[in-house]
C-alpha cells in the first residue's frame, strides 16, 4: 500500500481524518494477515516508510508507524504518506548465552 493521506478537510476535523487514515491502515494490515502463507513460513512481517510525502519517506517499525501519525498531527501537517509492503517470513531462533 503507497498512499498519502491528507489531513486538512474544509468538513472534518484534523483528528477525525487521523482517525480514518489509521482505520485505512488497519484494515489493510488485517486483510494482509489473512492471507495464506507459502510452505515453510511462519508469518507476515510489515516494511513500512513514513514521510510527508515520497521522496522524504523514512523507514519505520510498524509499531510505531501510529506514533509517527499522532506526531505529524501535532506537527499540523497538511498530508502525509504512508508505505507498507507486506512479506513472509520464517521465524528465526533468538541466539543462546552458549553460543
Avoid at 486538512?8 to 494477515?33: F, G, H, L, Q, S
Avoid at 507476515?44 to 510498524?62: K, M, S, T, Y
Amino acid at each position: 500500500m503507497k498512499k498519502v493521506f491528507t489531513l486538512i478537510d474544509e468538513n472534518k476535523k484534523p483528528a477525525r481524518m487521523v482517525e480514518a487514515a489509521k482505520k485505512t491502515i488497519n484494515k489493510y494490515i488485517k486483510r494482509e494477515r489473512k492471507k495464506t502463507l507459502t510452505e515453510g513460513m511462519d508469518f507476515w512481517d510489515f516494511n513500512c516508510q513514513f514521510g510527508a510525502d515520497a521522496e522524504v519517506a523514512l523507514p519505520v517499525h510498524l509499531k510505531q508507524l501510529f506514533v509517527a501519525i499522532d506526531q505529524a498531527e501535532k506537527d499540523v501537517l497538511e498530508s502525509f504518506y504512508v508505505e507498507i509492503v507486506a512479506k513472509e517470513v520464517k521465524r528465526t531462533r533468538k541466539p543462546t548465552e552458549d553460543q
